[in-house]
């Protein structure tokens, strides 16, 4: 048999089995209603918890994104591993605080808390816009990273649109049939397989230099600037890894379908197991195994016109077939894990806070549910259309636009969370404001002060939202949001 055709199958295999164990989970657990459908009837349990904000977490970015990253900055992209631990700090005490309340008050969304806690409708749809616009962006990046991996590994035999609709359909098939709950378990399959599938990727691109010691010296003989800051773009400077202590923490885990698995933890011990499996999977994915598939391309594959196909080149060329096609099986199962949870997240956002905006308790069970696979199904497709173009690096893309666009709902969202004179005026001006000044800085390309535009933009939607709310600090009902908030 051809090895194009049998790497081919092989990934469909996989596909296929993985699609098997969300059919017989949907009939243990149906979806009947959007709560059960989008939050899994907030009853996930922590072994499960752990697993699927692994899966959620790590996507197709940490088998073609993180290589690339590195392949392209060096040893300064290893900040996005510091950066997590700031995402787990905040997965326990800002998620298990929104969790208690988003049970007892039943958001479902950020746009809902948002509602509830500033009595502003203008704010809950700017924040679910912001957060399904940012999400599409990120969404269509996993569609060209499963794409790319397909179409790579199967040499001739598939085209990379043809292997785009193939990651399309897979993708809307877990979907539909499961619903969230049938998305967690899935996760948990997908979570173990693609670690092992990192891990043993770093393996093979470690082989043949002799070990980690000779591959680092390899890099030091061949592209120094690869292991010292800025790196040979220059692009990790001082204040951009600043921002990757402070920005993009809270991009990665305002984005809406990880922020909602806080909402479907079971309980506090569940949502603290979930939060100590980020830095975990980060240092075992993005501080070892990225880093030497990345650096050990860069001495082998010289000049790629797309980093992030560094990893797919390097399987084909120094292991087998065989395995090769396990390793991009695994890497795809990493990609479907993160764009089951987008999709879902999505759709959520679009059906219940933007389209039956005020209206959901006027809507049928069956009506909503209709609706909201609809969305699903359109928000998929915009998804591919966006990504049958790809850019040269997935996961610049994302840090750049969607982390900090997300970042954007941070400083209304922490201090609505534990300041009872955030004001929704505050919220409103300077979430409005801060994304008016990140768009305007990256259409002009600016960075004033040498500072990056969505560091700026940060700063001023803070500003704004403090001195906005302390002006009108004896005009909000202190006793009423502490009864209900604090």
């Given at each position: 048999?051809?090895?194009?055709?049998?790497?081919?199958?092989?990934?469909?295999?996989?596909l296929c089995?993985?699609?098997?164990?969300?059919?017989?989970?949907?009939?243990?657990?149906?979806?009947?209603?959007?709560?059960?459908?989008?939050?899994?009837?907030?009853?996930?349990?922590?072994?499960?918890?752990?697993?699927?904000?692994?899966?959620?977490?790590?996507?197709?970015?940490?088998?073609?994104?993180?290589?690339?990253?590195?392949?392209?900055?060096?040893?300064?992209?290893?900040?996005?591993?510091?950066?997590?631990v700031?995402?787990?700090?905040?997965?326990?005490?800002?998620?298990?605080?929104?969790?208690?309340?988003?049970?007892?008050?039943?958001?479902?969304s950020?746009?809902?808390?948002?509602?509830?806690?500033?009595?502003?409708?203008?704010?809950?749809?700017?924040?679910?816009?912001?957060?399904?616009?940012?999400?599409?962006?990120?969404l269509?990046?996993?569609?060209?990273?499963?794409?790319?991996?397909?179409?790579?590994?199967t040499?001739?035999?598939?085209?990379?649109?043809?292997?785009?609709?193939?990651?399309?359909?897979?993708?809307?098939?877990?979907?539909?049939?499961?619903?969230?709950?049938?998305?967690?378990?899935?996760?948990?399959?997908?979570?173990?397989?693609l670690?092992a599938?990192?891990?043993?990727?770093?393996?093979?691109?470690?082989?043949?230099?002799?070990?980690?010691?000779?591959?680092?010296?390899?890099?030091?003989?061949?592209?120094?600037?690869?292991?010292?800051?800025?790196?040979?773009?220059?692009?990790?400077?001082?204040?951009y890894?600043?921002?990757?202590f402070?920005?993009?923490?809270?991009g990665?885990?305002?984005?809406?379908?990880?922020?909602?698995?806080?909402?479907?933890?079971?309980?506090?011990?569940?949502?603290?197991?979930?939060?100590?499996?980020?830095?975990?999977?980060?240092?075992?994915?993005?501080?070892?195994?990225?880093?030497?598939?990345?650096?050990?391309?860069?001495?082998?594959?010289?000049?790629?016109d797309?980093?992030?196909?560094?990893?797919?080149?390097m399987?084909?060329?120094?292991?087998?077939?065989?395995?090769?096609?396990?390793?991009?099986?695994?890497?795809?199962?990493?990609?479907?894990?993160?764009?089951?949870?987008?999709?879902?997240?999505?759709?959520?956002?679009?059906?219940?806070?933007?389209?039956?905006?005020?209206?959901?308790?006027?809507?049928?069970n069956?009506?909503?549910?209709?609706?909201s696979?609809i969305?699903?199904?359109?928000?998929?497709?915009?998804?591919?259309?966006?990504?049958?173009?790809?850019?040269?690096?997935?996961?610049q893309?994302?840090?750049?636009?969607?982390?900090?666009?997300?970042?954007?709902?941070?400083?209304?969202?922490?201090?609505?969370?534990?300041?009872?004179?955030?004001?929704?005026?505050?919220?409103?001006?300077?979430?409005?404001?801060?994304?008016?000044?990140?768009?305007?800085?990256r259409?002009l390309?600016?960075?004033?002060?040498?500072?990056?535009?969505?560091?700026?933009?940060?700063?001023?939607?803070?500003?704004?939202?403090?001195?906005?709310?302390?002006?009108?600090?004896?005009?909000?009902?202190?006793?009423?949001?502490?009864?209900?908030?604090?």
């Open positions: 048999m051809d090895k194009s055709l049998a790497s081919f199958l092989i990934v469909v295999i996989y089995l993985m699609l098997g164990v969300t059919i017989v989970n949907s009939k243990k657990k149906k979806s009947t209603d959007t709560q059960s459908f989008f939050l899994a009837n907030r009853g996930v349990g922590g072994l499960l918890m752990a697993l699927t904000m692994i899966a959620g977490m790590q996507s197709t970015f940490a088998f073609l994104g993180g290589p690339g990253m590195y392949y392209t900055h060096g040893i300064s992209y290893i900040v996005i591993v510091l950066s997590q700031w995402v787990a700090f905040m997965v326990i005490y800002f998620g298990n605080k929104i969790r208690k309340q988003a049970k007892k008050y039943g958001y479902m950020i746009g809902d808390y948002f509602q509830d806690r500033f009595k502003s409708g203008y704010l809950k749809i700017l924040a679910s816009s912001i957060s399904v616009l940012m999400t599409l962006i990120f269509s990046m996993q569609y060209v990273g499963n794409a790319t991996a397909l179409s790579i590994i040499g001739d035999l598939l085209n990379y649109k043809v292997a785009l609709l193939i990651s399309v359909v897979f993708s809307l098939l877990y979907v539909m049939i499961g619903g969230a709950g049938g998305v967690v378990l899935l996760d948990a399959f997908q979570a173990v397989i670690m599938g990192i891990v043993v990727a770093a393996i093979i691109a470690i082989k043949p230099f002799g070990g980690v010691v000779e591959l680092f010296q390899a890099t030091r003989n061949s592209a120094p600037e690869l292991l010292s800051r800025p790196g040979p773009q220059g692009t990790y400077t001082n204040a890894w600043l921002m990757q402070i920005v993009l923490p809270f990665i885990w305002l984005c809406p379908y990880i922020w909602s698995k806080s909402l479907m933890a079971k309980d506090t011990n569940s949502l603290a197991k979930s939060a100590i499996s980020v830095p975990v999977s980060q240092v075992l994915i993005f501080g070892f195994s990225a880093l030497f598939i990345g650096l050990a391309g860069h001495n082998m594959l010289g000049n790629l797309r980093a992030d196909q560094v990893l797919p080149i399987m084909i060329e120094n292991t087998s077939w065989i395995v090769a096609a396990l390793v991009m099986a695994a890497a795809m199962s990493a990609g479907l894990s993160t764009i089951n949870a987008m999709l879902l997240s999505c759709a959520q956002l679009v059906s219940q806070d933007l389209i039956f905006f005020n209206k959901k308790e006027k809507i049928s069956r009506t909503n549910m209709r609706v696979r969305i699903i199904v359109l928000i998929a497709i915009i998804a591919s259309i966006i990504a049958i173009r790809p850019p040269k690096a997935l996961v893309v994302v840090q750049d636009v969607a982390y900090t666009g997300l970042a954007q709902l941070a400083p209304a969202f922490i201090l609505g969370l534990y300041w009872k004179y955030a004001s929704k005026e505050g919220a409103s001006l300077g979430m409005t404001m801060g994304v008016i000044v990140l768009f305007v800085f259409l390309n600016i960075s004033p002060l040498n500072i990056p535009g969505f560091l700026w933009a940060f700063v001023i939607n803070i500003l704004i939202n403090v001195l906005v709310s302390l002006i009108l600090k004896k005009r909000i009902n202190v006793s009423e949001v502490e009864e209900k908030f604090f």
